[in-house]
């Protein structure tokens, strides 16, 4: 008999619930332009084949743009880089009435991460179209999405695919081997200082203004993969960057930098600090959430993501992520590394397309164990939290 009154009690509350909603529909779904928009759900199914280039990426977020200006607003970045390309900012609103979350979202700081392109686009798109993810993902944040970081080094990394690979520092310091050749490695842009004829290139995640050069114990040579610039800022991007992530300081409550790892079975989910064995205040938190995505973005082969600080491994001076949680003030920040292969053939998309699957899964996931450590959109049945 008690059993039998629990489930009418149960079912009551229920029929309240849709009663509701039926009269009192949420406002962001009647604002939002949800009903007008093409929605559909297609699971893993990556809409963009082959990598993505700076002028194909372009052409996206545009026709993004075009097809939902209500949704979506593209951002051109100043400074202007060395090759006169603009950082693309594409900023996602489910309304325009209020202010949720904001969410960044920063790829491709390295021309070898030739997929973060792809990776971040296919997210927009998920987000935008598919019934799977507007429900939480897209209603109930405000996303900012920088897609390619460094459009001069993915590019030039590109441009050298199918050239034979030498020693970085030879190619960089003897013009006459870079007939049909490429550097093993190129981190870098393609930045050349006053008088430079040789060695070029700055390391974009070492030239931002926090604590920039401490704790490392020598300066790296200029030919260097990870040479941090003559100064603080000294890169277009870096200070394109500084300009936009300032601008959104006060509504960011999340930031990730979508890296990449070389090595494989050695992905990573890192926070701050990278300059300091030092730990954030936050530390317990960065790792809680840190850990609640390794263990729902489960790698292909079953591993987890290795999760701690960045400088666990190799300290690390005047990295963004280090400067959007001691600059800015984001409490959570972290840097996102699954495997990507160097120089991948450009023609076989299979780990193209396994990157941009771990890359969204370990993304959502970080997003999910945020909301799960402030217990955002979760109700209590019976003793028992039940996200929604």
């Known amino acids: 008999m008690f059993l039998h009154l629990k489930v009418y009690i149960v079912g009551f509350i229920y029929f309240l619930g849709i009663l509701f909603m039926f009269l009192f529909p949420p406002r962001n779904f009647e604002q939002s332009g949800t009903k007008m928009r093409r929605i559909r759900s297609i699971g893993n199914k990556l809409k963009y084949e082959g990598y993505i280039d700076y002028e194909t990426m372009l052409n996206v977020v545009q026709h993004m743009a075009m097809e939902d200006p209500e949704m979506v607003e593209v951002v051109h970045l100043t400074p202007h880089t060395a090759a006169n390309n603009s950082l693309i900012a594409i900023e996602l609103h489910s309304d325009t009435l209020s202010k949720k979350p904001g969410i960044l979202i920063i790829g491709t700081i390295n021309g ?42 993915l590019n030039f990394t590109t441009s050298l695919r199918d050239y034979t690979s030498i020693d970085a520092i030879e190619w960089s310091r003897n013009i006459s081997v870079r007939t049909k050749t490429k550097p093993v490695e190129w981190h870098k842009n393609v930045d050349k200082e006053s008088g430079e004829q040789l060695c070029f290139g700055t390391n974009i995640n070492r030239n931002f203004a926090y604590h920039w050069q401490d704790d490392v114990r020598k300066t790296p040579i200029r030919c260097s993969q990870y040479y941090p610039g003559i100064k603080p800022f000294s890169t277009a991007e870096a200070q394109a960057i500084r300009e936009y992530v300032h601008k959104l300081a006060d509504i960011l409550h999340l930031a990730i930098h ?12 890192l926070y701050p600090w990278r300059y300091t064995l030092r ?17 729902h973005a489960r790698l292909p082969d079953g591993r987890l993501y290795e999760v701690h600080q960045g400088s666990s491994d190799e300290r690390v001076a005047g990295s963004l992520s280090d400067y959007i949680s001691g600059v800015v003030g984001t409490d ?7 495997y990507h292969e160097v120089f991948p053939n450009y023609t076989d998309s299979t780990i193209m397309e396994t990157y941009i699957h771990k890359s969204i899964s370990v993304i959502l996931s970080l997003v999910r164990g945020w909301r799960s450590s402030t217990k955002q959109n979760t109700l209590s049945f019976f003793g028992k939290d039940i996200e929604f």
């Open 112 to 153: 070898m991460v030739w997929a973060g392109s792809n990776s971040i686009l296919e997210l927009t798109d998920k987000l935008l179209y598919d019934t799977t993810y507007q429900t939480p993902f897209f209603n109930d944040y405000d996303w900012y999405l920088i897609p390619i970081a460094n459009p001069d080094g």
């Open 279 to 295: 730990q954030p205040s936050n530390y317990h938190s960065l790792q809680e959430i840190g850990e609640y995505a390794a263990r």
């Open 258 to 269: 979508l890296h990449a790892s070389f090595v494989p079975k050695k992905e990573f989910i």
């Open 332 to 338: 959570l920040v972290f840097v996102v590394k699954p």
